[in-house]
């Protein structure tokens, strides 16, 4: 069966139900279709302070504060000498951040979306993708739709910003290698964001909504051993970052399982839109994880493709605007740890 729809959003993360929120709200006819049955665990993200103007902005802020997200104080980070330098949010006008609970914040967007009228289908894959003059089909596990406009965020993945022959211009090759650690003791109330920086890259930690902690080391796909990383490799470079280590220790943590690893390099696609399509969150640009903006620069996103598909904005400009800002952000940053400059890790970012 064809089914007709306005406009397809394609992934159902938070910049796909942002986007498909805001033009439901619109009174645009949204199908939102994600390829897995439930929205499940992921792992763990902090939004900032700043985050909450587009939660008011989109009418969701009622609906997200009930929702068992932790919040987040402020950040400790050893970064350019050996003292923790502690920064806390009692001094940000928009109040303290938020250890997500990632499955509850992106259903929470999902059905805000329904009731403002989108269609959400879950456990729908995408096949294929025709364009037919100036409309798309879609060919789904389920059937098929008729789209004037589609909208992509499939993720990395860039499902069809990549069918759409984007060239994806790649800033690094950082990766995460990432572990939940766990606890008998209930001691631990330190919802802060740990990030602490090693001579082969840097390590965070943060409290989850759900009692446990997760800890990634970032490096270079290239410094990392042949084959998985093993636990033993893990902890060596996260007992390097000594508060992290301290913290952990204290609480007597220990990992619940072996690390993952996970791409976490910086990029994006050099034209993020199209006649009749545009590619929103990580399908357009992915961030480093140390800029801590992942879910608040899907949401961004998000606002200025729903502005373009309305007409009411230049999206292109706007994402061009938003790299140079990141780029910066990224390099000042990098640059102002100069202790393992010299290392493989830090040379390459000192020379970007």
């Known amino acids: 069966m064809l089914v007709n729809a306005s406009i397809v959003v394609i992934g159902g993360g938070p910049a796909g139900g942002a986007a498909a929120l ?3 709200q619109a009174g645009c006819d949204v199908v939102l279709l994600e390829k897995q049955p439930v929205l499940g665990w992921k792992i763990g993200e902090t939004l900032p302070p700043e985050a909450r103007l587009h939660l008011q902005r989109l009418g969701h802020w009622e609906r997200f504060q009930p929702e068992r997200h932790l919040p987040c104080h402020g950040v400790v980070s050893v970064w350019g000498h050996a003292a923790p330098v502690e920064k806390d949010f009692i001094f940000n006008p928009h109040g303290h951040g938020w250890q997500l609970d990632r499955a509850q914040f992106e259903s929470g967007f999902l ?3 329904v009731e403002a009228g989108c269609k959400v289908r879950l456990d729908v894959a995408v096949e294929r993708i025709e364009r037919q003059a100036a409309a798309w089909t879609v060919h789904t596990s389920t ?6 406009v589609l909208v992509d965020c499939t993720g990395r993945r860039g499902t069809l910003i990549r069918r759409e022959g984007g060239h994806y211009e790649q800033v690094d090759r950082l990766v995460s290698i990432f572990a939940i650690a766990t606890t008998s003791q209930a001691s631990d109330f330190d919802s802060r964001t740990y990030v602490e920086s090693h001579p082969d ?18 490096t270079d796909v290239d410094l990392v051993p042949e084959g998985a990383p093993t636990t ?5 470079r996260v007992r390097a970052c000594h508060e992290i280590c301290r913290l952990l220790n204290t609480h007597a943590y220990q990992l619940l399982d072996a690390p993952r690893m996970v791409a ?67 390099r000042d940053t990098y640059r102002a740890e100069l202790r393992w400059r010299d290392t493989p890790f830090w040379s390459r970012r000192h020379a970007a």
């Open 111 to 113: 059905n805000a979306a």
């Open 232 to 236: 033993a490799w893990f902890w060596e």
């Open 22 to 24: 805001e033009l439901a």
């Open 264 to 330: 976490a390099h910086s990029g994006r696609f050099q034209h993020c839109a199209g006649p009749n399509w545009i590619a929103v969150g990580d399908a357009a640009m992915t961030f480093d994880p140390l800029s801590g903006q992942g879910s608040a620069k899907a949401l961004e996103s998000a606002r200025l493709a729903v502005q373009a598909i309305l007409h009411q904005g230049d999206y292109r400009t706007a994402c061009e605007q938003l790299w140079l800002n990141f780029l910066r952000e990224r």
């Open 143 to 148: 059937g098929s739709l008729l789209a004037d």
């Open 201 to 218: 890259g840097w390590c965070y930690t943060a409290l989850m909504p759900n009692g446990t902690r997760t800890v990634a080391f970032q």
